[in-house]
């Protein structure tokens, strides 16, 4: 995770050889700065994928792909609600479970509900390892689950613990906002989806756009800890931040 937040999100996924972005929420430049961090030039990017129109996940795609000259796929809602919308050639409008390649990684898109025009998770394969993102969604379905099924490493929204959320400073309609189905997983609710998609195979779990204000990342830790069970115990977890990049997460 380069950037995880409402301040800007940005993952970085590589098979050694291939490489996709998945979101671009920070400017050019922060993002160039994080991507040095981690040996990485932009220009090595295949592709940049992007999970919905809020300007914390598009904010520098423009700037970014215009500059190392890298295709964005998004879904027809993104575009049409997002600055990309003036840029078309160099956006692929993607569809929702219809596979598209970035190098040798094949990425399948799938609907997630958030209160955007047409947000969308995805699963990354090179063909031996799969990972599933799966931020900004407000409660989990059949699909999201279906999808992450079987997934090595699953990178999940864990937003917010539920009285913060209550007890925090935020207005009310933003509150409700957050906590409704199609806004922010809580704490809570990342759990129950770990619970449904935990199996022998999991590897690693990455929480993130965990809320500064509404969260504690001591509390997401120990949530996703429990509903991993005794059977999960192997399972790494690590989390998303927001002001510095994560941890790296290899896998052989
Ligand atoms: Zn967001
Ligand atoms: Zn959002």
């Not at 993002?31 to 990017?45: F, K, V």
């Not at 592709?47 to 027809?76: K, N």
């Not at 977890?237 to 290899?250: A, E, K, N, P």
Request: with cysteine.
């Amino acid at each position: 995770m380069l950037s995880s937040g409402s301040g800007g999100n940005a993952t970085y996924i590589s098979s050694g050889k291939s490489a996709l972005l998945v979101d671009s929420g920070l400017s050019c430049r922060e993002l160039e700065r994080r991507l040095a961090q981690i040996d990485t030039d932009p220009g090595s990017i295949d592709a940049i994928a992007i999970t919905h129109e809020h300007v914390d996940h598009v904010a520098g795609v423009l700037p970014l792909s215009s500059r190392y000259e890298i295709p964005v796929h998004a879904s027809a809602g993104t575009v049409r609600e997002s600055p990309l919308r003036s840029h078309l050639d160099r956006i692929n409008k993607l569809k929702a479970s219809a596979p598209f390649t970035a190098g040798c990684l094949e990425v399948v898109p799938f609907p997630v509900p958030h209160d955007a025009a047409e947000p969308i998770g995805f699963t990354v394969s090179d063909g031996a390892v799969k990972v599933g993102v799966a931020t900004d969604l407000g409660s989990q379905t059949l699909e999201v689950l279906a999808s992450l099924a079987e997934s090595d490493v699953v990178l999940l929204e864990s937003n917010h613990d539920v009285e913060m959320l209550i007890d925090g400073p935020y207005p009310w309609f933003v509150k409700e906002r957050i906590a409704s189905p199609l806004g922010h997983l809580s704490n809570e609710d990342a759990a129950d989806l770990i619970r449904a998609i935990r199996h022998a195979g999991l590897r690693h779990l990455v929480l993130v756009h965990l809320s500064e204000t509404n969260n504690d990342p001591a509390i997401t830790l120990e949530s996703a800890r429990k509903a991993l069970g005794r059977k999960g115990a192997g399972v790494e977890i690590s989390l998303g931040w927001q002001h510095r990049v994560g941890d790296t997460i290899v896998l052989d």
